[in-house]
């Protein structure tokens, strides 16, 4: 610090800032959002905090300073103990149709991202069912989904709930719905499936959404425009609100699900909409028991939702430690404000 320019000091004690901020999102999937919502909202950004330490390493690089250790440790204790942001290797395998199945989930948005219009509305879906028909997955998992899709798509057994629903080409041996707190539009359920010769329950969740409008989303979209700043901060605030009610909403929902899971007496899968990151309590608690299909499968960013200034990974099918998954894709279309997700599922 000494040795440091004027400049360079102003330039460590901000990457120290950006030290502290990390610290806290590093921490975040092991603190209860609704004891401590800061750590929930810098999880959203993990991964453009990252970025930043390792902008902070190549400065310090170049000028051959030893304040690049901050950044440095920063990055390597993420790498060893945090949910990777990138996969380099996809796992691909052909599977014996008797010992696997195939599984999607996909959040449909209701048919509403073509505009809104009931005419366009009923196009939509129609695109929609013909992409899910095709992609003739064995267990479908949909979220947000309208009535219509029922009576359309291949599969032959089907739990509907509402907007949540699993539709599948085994045998459904029972079915129940996961009602949330009466305040929440979302809703979750399972299904417990026949598959060849073993029972599993298939969970398709949809926790509590952030709810953004059309101002959240001019604020995160068009952030290079200069609006004034009580504007901005009033703005800032309301969504900053909006992230910490659903945050702790989905706290509530999830213990409801994993009393559910500990309960089950066949083995378990779960996906679905999280609305929430991989560095998140929410999915360290959901992931117990199970490894994530596109960390085990997976390549790339596996970002479902790109909608924002950067793309999030918040859909996730998440596997039984007694299987594996392999082939995990993160299916291309312009559908939904998300992207469908799929991938094999191999009985060890």
Not at 112 to 124: C, L, P, R
Not at 143 to 171: C, D, W
């Amino acid at each position: 610090m000494k040795n440091l320019s004027v400049p360079n000091k102003l330039l460590y004690l901000i990457n120290l800032v950006f030290v502290l901020l990390w610290f806290f999102a590093f921490l975040s999937p092991y603190i209860n959002p609704q004891s401590f919502s800061l750590g929930a909202l810098l999880a959203i950004g993990y991964p453009i905090l990252l970025l930043a330490h390792l902008l902070f390493i190549l400065y310090w690089l170049v000028r051959f300073k030893k304040a690049i250790y901050l950044s440095l440790s920063v990055l390597i204790l993420s790498y060893l103990f945090s949910v990777p942001v990138f996969q380099s290797k996809s796992k691909f395998k052909a599977l014996a149709k008797d010992n696997s199945f195939s599984i999607m989930s996909f959040n449909s948005q209701l048919s509403y991202f073509s505009g809104g219009k009931k005419e366009e509305v009923q196009t939509h879906q129609s695109k929609i069912i013909h992409f899910l028909n095709q992609e003739n997955t064995d267990v479908l998992c949909l979220q947000e989904a309208r009535k219509g899709m029922t009576s359309n798509l291949n599969h032959p057994y089907k739990a509907v709930f509402g907007y949540s629903q699993i539709y599948s080409n085994y045998e459904i041996i029972s079915a129940k719905e996961i009602l949330f707190n009466k305040s929440s539009t979302n809703n979750s359920c399972y299904a417990d499936l026949l598959i060849h010769r073993d029972t599993i329950r298939i969970y398709n969740l949809h926790l509590e959404s952030l709810h953004l409008g059309n101002d959240d989303y001019r604020l995160l979209k068009e952030w290079d425009e200069e609006p004034i700043e009580e504007q901005l901060q009033d703005k800032t605030q309301k969504l900053s609100n909006k992230i910490n009610k659903a945050s702790h909403k989905r706290v509530s929902q999830v213990e409801k699900i994993t009393e559910s899971i500990n309960s089950s007496p066949y083995p378990t899968l779960l996906c679905g909409d999280f609305n929430d990151v991989p560095q998140s309590y929410i999915y360290r608690k959901l992931n117990k028991g199970h490894k994530d299909a596109f960390l085990d499968s997976g390549k790339g960013f596996g970002a479902t939702y790109r909608q924002l200034i950067f793309p999030f990974r918040i859909d996730f099918i998440l596997v039984n430690n007694l299987w594996s998954s392999y082939n995990f894709k993160v299916l291309e279309n312009n559908l939904s404000d998300h992207q469908a997700i799929r991938c094999d599922i191999e009985f060890n």
